[in-house]
């Protein structure tokens, strides 16, 4: 079946440090993939649609120039936290779907920050 | 797309048969039906999804309600490892490119040895 890799699966670095985090369809194209950031004991939230060739849609709220996602395969998406801070700690997780089907999610990245 | 509403938490007993319940009573007559679960520390996974008839498949059943405002995702014998947070999402199917899938606080089910 359709599988989403999603690499780190975790991340400890220093505050100020970026940290880009990958995430790819393995045996599908996607020209649209969903980045969503969980906190403990929360759902998932929506940070940003990431649509392949063209700039991504952030969610109300989401700072664009601290969460740069780009999009320029069909295959592959990444998220880079810029200057990342201990606010910024959290789960992050992605997921894209070959055409109407359901989607896949990445295993997520934990992302801890110093 | 068109809310949903779960309970807080569940708890089961192993072996034992569990009922998820899930209002979605603006449903429209396209919006599919999709259950993912969470395990802890993992990303979400696809459990099963429907229309309008029940569905099977080797991870559970979906019976959705004749005027389609409720489904319940069923666990036929819950195990430890069925132990997740399990939400029921509504999926547009005229949406296409613009689905943009949304979570609510989902049901954590609880299950004891």
């Known amino acids: 079946g359709a599988v989403v890799s999603q690499h780190p699966s975790w991340v400890i670095c220093k505050s100020g440090t970026s940290v880009k985090i990958e995430c790819r369809s393995l045996?599908?194209?996607?020209?649209?993939m969903f980045w969503y950031r969980q906190f403990p004991k929360q759902s998932l939230m929506l940070m940003a649609t990431?649509?392949?060739?063209?700039?991504?849609?952030?969610e109300q709220g989401v700072e664009k120039d601290k969460f740069l996602i780009n999009h320029a395969s069909l295959t592959l998406s990444t998220l880079t936290v810029t200057s990342a801070h201990p606010e910024d700690s959290s789960f992050y997780i992605c997921?894209?779907?070959?055409?109407?089907?359901?989607?896949?999610f990445g295993d997520g990245t934990r992302l801890s920050i110093l | 797309d068109a809310k949903t509403t779960q309970p807080n938490s569940m708890e089961s007993n192993e072996e034992e048969p569990v009922h998820l319940p899930c209002n979605h009573s603006?449903?429209?007559?396209?919006?599919?039906i999709h259950w993912y679960r969470q395990l802890p520390s993992q990303g979400p996974e696809y459990v099963i999804h429907g229309l309008t008839s029940n569905v099977n498949n080797r991870m559970a059943s979906l019976a959705i309600a004749e005027d389609r405002k409720s489904s319940t995702l069923i666990l036929h014998r819950a195990t430890l490892r069925d132990a997740a947070v399990y939400y029921c999402i509504l999926r547009d199917g005229r949406s296409g490119g613009s689905y943009i899938p949304t979570f609510g606080r989902g049901t954590s089910l609880i299950v004891h040895p």
């Open positions: 997921s894209a779907a070959p055409g109407s089907q359901p989607q896949h």
């Open positions: 603006t449903i429209s007559g396209t919006d599919y």
């Open positions: 990431s649509n392949e060739g063209s700039k991504a849609t952030y």
């Open positions: 045996d599908f194209q996607a020209t649209t």
